[in-house]
Structure formats: C-alpha cells, structure tokens
C-alpha cells in the first residue's frame, strides 16, 4: 500500500501474552477506518500527499461540508499523511488497520498530557533547596537563575517554571504485537504519548514526515 500511516485514538495499556508465555505492556488503539477524503498533487499543489478522515459525524459547517463533499461522507477529523504513488488510492477510498502487520515497526504521535502550570521540580526535576539551616520555604524553590552585573539578565532558554506538556510527542520504533481487523484493534509494545481516547497518528516506521 502506498499510504504510509493512518488515524487512530488511544485506549490504553493492558497486557499481551505470547504463546511461549511471555507478558508484554502493550497499548490498545482504535484504528481507522479512515476514508480518503482529499489528494493532493504535484501539479495542483506542489507535493503529493493524501488527506483522510477519520470519526464519521452528522454534521459540520458548510465550508467544511463542501470540502467532503466528494468524499461522500462528513468526519471530525482531517490529517495529511505521505504517498509513494497517489495512483493507488481515489477519493473515498477506505483503509483499515489491516495496513500494519504483526512484527513490523511504527512510529505513534500524539499529543502528551498536559500538566499545566508546573515548578523546576516538577518540570525539570530540580532537586530543590536545602532543607536545613533555617531555609524552610526553599524546598522547591528554583534558586538562583543568573549572575549580577554580568551578564546582568536572563539568557533565553533558561529552565524555569512554565506550562508542562500538551506538545506533540512521537513515539518510535514501537514493535506491533498484534493487528485485528475485525475488531479495528492495534496493540503496540510499549507507551504512547497521549491520555485515553486521545487522537493519534500511526505510521509505518521511517516515515514519520508527512
């Protein structure tokens, strides 16, 4: 298949036991079907790409709706993923988690948990201050963050308190223990990024570029 990846949502981890009686921490994901629903072309666009959608829905705005219109079906979530030879696929087109075979390797990206507004400690695992010699409001405290006179500011970069996750993680070389079609189910060894029923993106592996 020329498509390299497809639309999937995070369930989450449970375990897998192999025939020799092995245990593996795997994660569950709902992949596809993904309908394409856009191509583009060198041509007309200057690359060549595939859009497919993912999670059919009732309705959307007419903007919206107008862009599906020949996809034939309306869905809440679009994504741009690469081609080899856009000759393969037509609009319309489904694909299915039967795109991934046990064995192989993928590449997920997902959106992490966010944390919010997190302190050093938290968000870059300082250590902390001391805990004796009368500093007992230091425990957490950043500390110093530069010299005086010189430079005499804040250098850019600087680890400090700030907002903590929500930023997009991709996961590599994760090996695919099992690929059911039936169920649309993929179980992958290991995490993902991403809390449950978050959107993800799985793609074979070396093809993480779109």
């Known amino acids: 298949m020329a498509i390299h990846g497809l639309i999937g949502k995070k369930i989450g981890t449970t375990q897998f036991f192999r025939e020799d009686g092995r245990a593996d921490c795997v994660t569950a994901i709902y992949v596809g079907p993904c309908t394409v629903t856009q191509i583009k072309r060198r041509d007309t666009d200057g690359y060549e790409s595939v859009q497919l959608g993912y999670e059919p829905v009732g309705s959307l705005t007419k903007p919206e709706a107008g862009h599906l219109k020949d996809a034939g079906q309306l869905f809440r979530h679009l994504?741009?993923?690469?081609?080899?030879?856009?000759?393969?696929?037509?609009?319309?087109?489904?694909?299915?988690?039967?795109?991934?075979e046990a064995g192989e390797?993928?590449?997920?990206?997902?959106?992490?948990?966010?944390?919010?507004?997190?302190?050093?400690?938290?968000?870059?695992h300082f250590h902390g201050g001391p805990k004796t010699h009368g500093q007992s409001d230091r425990h957490r405290a950043p500390g110093s963050i530069g010299a005086g006179t010189t430079p005499g500011r804040v250098l850019k970069g600087l680890r400090m308190a700030g907002h903590m996750g929500d930023a997009q993680?991709?996961?590599?070389?994760?090996?695919?223990?099992?690929?059911?079609?039936?169920?649309?189910?993929?179980?992958?060894?290991?995490?993902?990024?991403?809390?449950?029923?978050?959107?993800?993106?799985?793609?074979?592996?070396?093809?993480g570029r779109s």
């Not at 390797?105 to 870059?124: C, Q």
């Not at 179980?187 to 093809?207: C, D, F, Q, T």
């Open 79 to 100: 994504r741009e993923l690469s081609i080899d030879d856009i000759s393969e696929v037509e609009v319309g087109q489904t694909l299915d988690v039967s795109l991934f």
């Open 105 to 124: 390797r993928v590449e997920v990206t997902g959106n992490s948990k966010g944390r919010g507004f997190a302190g050093g400690v938290k968000r870059h």
């Open 169 to 207: 993680v991709t996961q590599r070389s994760l090996e695919v223990i099992q690929s059911d079609a039936e169920r649309n189910l993929l179980l992958v060894k290991g995490s993902i990024p991403g809390a449950r029923n978050s959107l993800v993106i799985i793609r074979k592996a070396g093809y």
